[in-house]
């Protein structure tokens, strides 16, 4: 005789509903189960932004960033770093939502990583870019909010692209993002050339970024410089934002200097004077403050 012939017991039939769970139809369900729903009704309405440009001229992609992470009218860090090293020879600005910014850069360097490893070596910079516009396209819709330019080195030469969360993907020469790009695009649009010297692409990007922190209320904090080379990133420097403003502004402008130069001096002589931002003209501490 079976067991349980004995002690009358039944094994429970999977098919029936559990006794405590509610009937089909009745079940309650959280108000999060509709991720879009929920984040246009509970979401936060918090102003945020940045200043972030990138470039590409004949001896690489120069890119800068503020360092200022803003929320609503608060300031959360004066010292964020806004430009994220993939791999040796590819990093990428940041602009958006910060959390959503590390978390795909992570993202994408665990995916990099693994195709190097699958196929023995680094994909090009259009590649990177693509896939990273491709994954974060499924998630159009769901509030992320992710602005990159990708700035790399590969074996066609330098490359620049623009990558946002909707799936867009573009390559160009200048790009700049945040809610300060209008004034750095002012002075970039005035200062670019593809050959110029590699001294003057750094003078054009601090002056970019430190202009627009000037303008922009939720820009600041520090410069920060990085050069893509056919060797590798380097990271450059970081300039106080408003001390680097206020060294500008001691600098002549092409009009005074049109002045001056027509205006002999006690010699007899015209007064040679240097346009623009030159190598030696700024006196700013390298320190992060």
Same mark, same amino acid.
């Given at each position: 005789m079976a067991l349980q012939d004995v002690c009358k017991w039944r094994a429970p039939d999977t098919q029936e509903t559990f006794p405590h769970l509610p009937q089909a139809g009745g079940w309650a369900v959280p108000r999060g189960w509709d991720p879009q729903a929920f984040l246009q009704t509970h979401g936060p309405r918090l102003a945020h932004g940045t200043t972030t440009l990138a470039f590409r001229f004949r001896h690489g992609v120069i890119a800068a960033a503020d360092t200022r992470s803003s929320c609503g009218n608060y300031?959360?860090?004066?010292?964020? =770093?806004? +430009?994220i090293p993939v791999h040796q020879h590819l990093l990428g600005t940041t602009s958006?939502?910060?959390?959503?910014? $590390?978390?795909?850069?992570?993202?994408?360097?665990?995916?990099?990583?693994?195709?190097?490893?699958?196929?023995g070596?680094?994909?090009?910079?259009?590649?990177?870019?693509?896939?990273?516009?491709?994954?974060m396209s499924r998630y159009r819709g769901l509030d992320l909010c992710v602005a990159t330019a990708l700035c790399g080195w590969d074996r066609s030469g330098p490359a620049?692209?623009?990558?946002?969360?909707?799936?867009?993907?573009?390559?160009?020469?200048?790009?700049?993002v945040g809610s300060g790009s209008p004034y750095a695009y002012g002075v970039l649009d005035g200062g670019y050339r593809y050959d110029m010297s590699t001294q003057e692409a750094y003078a054009l990007a601090c =002056?970019? +970024?430190?202009?627009?922190?000037?303008?922009?209320?939720?820009?600041?904090?520090?410069v920060d410089l990085?050069? $893509?080379?056919?060797?590798?990133?380097?990271?450059?420097?970081?300039?106080?934002?408003?001390?680097?403003?206020s060294e500008l502004q001691k600098l002549p402008g092409p009009e005074k200097e049109q002045e001056e130069e027509a205006t002999p001096n006690r010699a007899g002589e015209g007064r040679e004077l240097s346009v623009g931002l030159a190598p030696g003209d700024l006196k700013v501490p390298t320190e992060r403050l």
């Open positions: 300031v959360e860090c004066p010292a964020s =770093r806004k +430009v958006g939502t910060s959390a959503d910014c $590390v978390m795909w850069y992570r993202v994408l360097q665990r995916e990099l990583r693994l195709r190097a490893l699958r196929e070596q680094l994909p090009s910079v259009a590649g990177a870019a693509k896939l990273l516009s491709v994954m620049l692209f623009y990558v946002y969360s909707d799936g867009t993907c573009l390559q160009g020469d200048i790009f700049s =002056r970019a +970024v430190a202009h627009a922190t000037r303008r922009d209320a939720y820009s600041g904090g520090s990085f050069h $893509v080379r056919e060797t590798g990133w380097e990271y450059v420097s970081c300039h106080d934002a408003w001390v680097l403003y």
